[in-house]
C-alpha cells in the first residue's frame, strides 16, 4: 500500500470522528425550557400578638391549705445566733474539752406527768428540738466541730445561712423528740465551748 493510500485513509477517518462529534451539535435541536416566572411575594400573615395568660398553677390553690412550718420565730433564732457565736480561733481547742456523750443521760426520767410535751403541735407538724451548741464563719471549722461532737456520741450537724453579707454556719445536736434530754447535755456543753446553748423548735 503506497503512502498516498495511506493518508486518504487516515484523512477519511479522521473526518468521520470529526462528524461523530460534531454531528449533534450542529443537526440537533437543542432543548427549549419554559422561562422562569416569578410569582407575586405572598402577604405577610397576620400574628396574634394578644399576651398569654400564665399557666395556672395548683400551688397556688394548695399553698392556703398548707400548714405554716414556720415554728421558729426570727427573733429567737436570731438571739441563738448571737449567743453561740464563736470566733474561729478558739473554737478547735475548745472542742476538744468536750465531754463523751453519758449514756446515763440519753435516758429519760420524768417526775411527774407535767414534763410531758405534745409530740404533735397544734397544725398537725411533730415536734422536734435542736441544740445549737455554736455558730461559725468558718466552713472548716463547723464541719471539725461536727465530727469531734460525732466522735463523742453526740449526733450533730452544720447549716449554712446567710446573716446580712456574711455566710455563717450553725452547729447543732439533734434533731430530738425528747427536749429533756437536750436540757441535760446542755451544761456540759455550755462548759467546754463557753457559750450559752439554745434549744431551739427543729425545722427542716
Known sequence: MDSMLKQRLVGTLVLVALGIVF????FTQPD???PLVLGPRPEQPEIDRTPIAP???????VDPLLPDVSVQSEGEQ???D???FLDDSVIEDAAKSVPVLNESKQTLVRNSSSDMEPLI????LPRFWVLQVATLSSEA???ALVTTLRERAYKAFATQFQSENQVLYRVQIGPNVDRQRLKKIK????QALSVDSQILRYSQ
Open 23 to 26: 454531528w449533534p451539535l450542529i
Open 32 to 34: 427549549t425550557r419554559d
Open 55 to 61: 399557666p395556672k398553677s395548683l400551688r397556688t390553690s
Open 78 to 80: 436570731a438571739h441563738a
Open 82 to 84: 448571737k449567743t453561740t
Open 121 to 124: 403541735d397544734a397544725q398537725g
Open 141 to 143: 471549722r463547723a464541719d
Open 187 to 190: 451544761p456540759d456543753i455550755d
